[in-house]
């Protein structure tokens, strides 16, 4: 049975930094990607950050780049997800996402993970 893990979410300020892991198990990262999601009361789920297997391959939302890293520990299946400049529209309960056959054109596509964590809250507020 597959789990996923997710850690490090909590309350923060504007312009601080945060950073969350997922530790799956009975799921081992050979292929595919993992990613993580973000969703707000209201709205849909939102992608927020993937990477590929190799660790050279990493997608971001618009709204995160240049703030956020995705990467994967090498002698793990787990990944983090490095979050700075913080803003309170970031606030969420961010989720991840697991999938072993994903295509690269649905990485985005929060309905193409077979796999999800129950989620980590992340509130951004003075």
């Known amino acids: 049975q597959v789990q996923l893990v997710e850690s490090g979410g909590g309350l923060v300020q504007p312009g601080d930094s945060l950073r969350l892991s997922c530790a799956p198990s009975g799921w081992t990262f050979r292929s595919g990607a993992m990613a993580w999601f973000r969703r707000t009361p209201g709205k849909e789920r939102e992608f927020v950050a993937a990477?590929?297997?190799?660790?050279?391959?990493?997608y971001y939302a618009d709204a995160v780049k240049g703030r956020f890293t995705i990467s994967r520990d090498n002698d793990k299946s787990a990944v983090n997800l490095q979050m700075t400049s913080l803003k309170p529209e970031d606030t969420a309960d961010y989720y991840c996402?697991?999938?072993?056959?994903?295509?690269?054109?649905?990485?985005?596509?929060?309905?193409?993970?077979?796999?999800w964590g129950q989620g980590t809250r992340v509130t951004v507020s003075s």
């Open positions: 990477i590929r297997r190799s660790g050279y391959y990493t």
């Open positions: 996402a697991v999938d072993s056959g994903i295509i690269l054109s649905q990485i985005r596509n929060p309905g193409a993970y077979d796999y």
